[in-house]
């Protein structure tokens, strides 16, 4: 009978060779002190001590991307339409800053290897829209990938990293979307910090918004790295359940959730762009959406037809109230602290001492939701006053609890100020 081979011996085995491989000779020809193999720990990106963060994103980015609503059906016009309305319709003035072109914008390369726009989407150039709209008093964002190619198939950056950088800062980016499709067997870690280091090279200031869908965990490498990144696959207009490669609304809140200990100013978990305002979310669950995006400090970047939006859309995305915890300078992620079942309420502490709070109702019919001190964490002698977010109406002194009927599938978001 064949005696089976130990692991234990082939390993052992193994690293004696690669230690006598690595093995230095000295001059009289003696084998001396192995040269010391690097341990990976040590030389992830990640741990670089002379990475530093580029300061920015110390709220949650805020602004609208092309791609929720348009996916490939973009052009100049639409973009510049687009960031008129932003103006117009007083997004701008509730503090939606980034105008990003998500995918789709491309060209091909040049002789020379520089990216170039769709020739006949956008005629006048990538250089003359971001003129636009910085012009607006806006800002301009842009989209890429880590791979060869993007999702959509236009020419990714990999191997042209600190050539795109340098087109975007030429351009006036100050934005990018950086995605994570057909990038084969990289590692994601090195690729964005990669991206990173060349965005940082041009001098210019860019958020980095990392899109690889919590993959790779991101959150425990990327403080460093980027200024917020996916936790999550692609969000849809639908309430739950999994559609395509994309995910509903309660699946992206239950995924996303668990991962607030890692938000901070400058680097935000993002549970993906906003779906108020495409038609396949009711009013109710448009108000939910963006209620428990701004509770969990996620990037508010709208994804409607803002040109065309109607009075409802237009007064959620630009609920003041709402958009001020979001922003709240604090930078804590709120999270679900009561579950029973349909029947949620999630807590957002805030830089005053106060705290923003959701009674979720996932439920198909309409549920009482009551919470107290203990939620809180509000010690009982606490005297603080309470106002209805959606009401806009002030509710009177805090009595130690609470409780409402909240409409099915909807939100009652509530502000308790010390
Ligand atoms: C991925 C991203 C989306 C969008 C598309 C574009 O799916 O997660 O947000 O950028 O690619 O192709």
């Known amino acids: 009978m064949r005696r089976p081979t130990s692991k234990m011996t082939v390993l052992t085995k193994a690293l004696a060779a690669i230690a006598l491989m690595a093995a230095s000779t000295n001059a009289a020809g003696q084998v001396g002190d192995p040269i010391p193999i690097p341990d990976p720990n040590t030389v992830r990106p990640s741990q670089d001590p002379t990475r530093t963060h580029n300061g920015l994103a110390m709220a949650p980015p805020m602004g609208w991307n092309s791609w929720n609503r348009f996916a490939c059906d973009i052009n100049e016009e639409l973009i510049r339409k687009t960031a008129d309305s932003i103006v117009t319709s007083g997004m701008k003035d509730a503090g939606y800053e980034y105008v990003v072109i998500d995918d789709c914008w491309h060209g091909s390369r040049d002789a020379n290897g520089f990216i170039t726009a769709d020739p006949v989407k956008f005629p006048s150039g990538i250089k003359a829209l971001a003129d636009y ?40 980016v100050d934005y990018l979307k950086y995605d994570w499709c057909n990038t084969g067997v990289r590692n994601a870690e090195e690729a964005y910090a990669l991206m990173s280091d060349a965005l940082r090279a041009t001098g210019r200031p860019i958020v980095f918004s990392l899109c690889e869908w919590g993959d790779n965990q991101p959150w425990l490498w990327a403080q460093r790295i980027g200024n917020l990144w996916r936790t999550t696959g692609d969000i849809t207009d639908k309430w739950a359940g999994k559609h395509g490669h994309s995910w509903g609304l309660t699946n992206i809140i239950d995924m996303h959730e668990p991962l607030w200990p890692y938000a901070k100013p400058g ?94 109702n996932r439920a198909k019919t309409p549920a009482r939701i009551a919470f107290g001190n203990e939620e809180l964490n509000f010690p009982a002698t606490l005297r603080a006053k309470v106002r209805d977010l959606w009401a806009h109406r002030d509710l009177g002194s805090w009595k130690g609890s609470y409780s409402a009927t909240v409409a099915p599938h909807g939100v009652v978001m509530l502000r308790l100020d010390p």
């Open 267 to 360: 680097n935000w978990n993002d549970p993906d762009m906003l779906e108020v305002g495409n038609p396949g979310l009711t009013e109710t669950e448009n108000r939910s959406h963006f209620s428990l995006w701004a509770l969990m400090a996620a990037p508010l970047i709208a994804g409607n037809d803002v040109a065309n939006m109607d009075a409802a859309t237009r007064s959620i995305l630009l609920n003041k109230e709402v958009i001020a915890v979001d922003q709240d300078r604090l930078g804590v992620q709120g999270r679900r602290v009561r579950d029973d079942g349909d029947s949620e309420v999630w807590v957002k502490p805030l830089a005053n001492g106060g705290r923003a709070i959701v009674l979720f």
């Open 133 to 172: 709209i910085h012009a607006k008093g806006l800002k301009f964002g842009i989209y890429s990938d880590a791979g060869r190619k993007t999702c959509g198939g236009r020419p990714g950056s990999q191997g042209y990293e600190f050539q795109d950088a340098l087109q975007y800062a030429r351009w006036g």
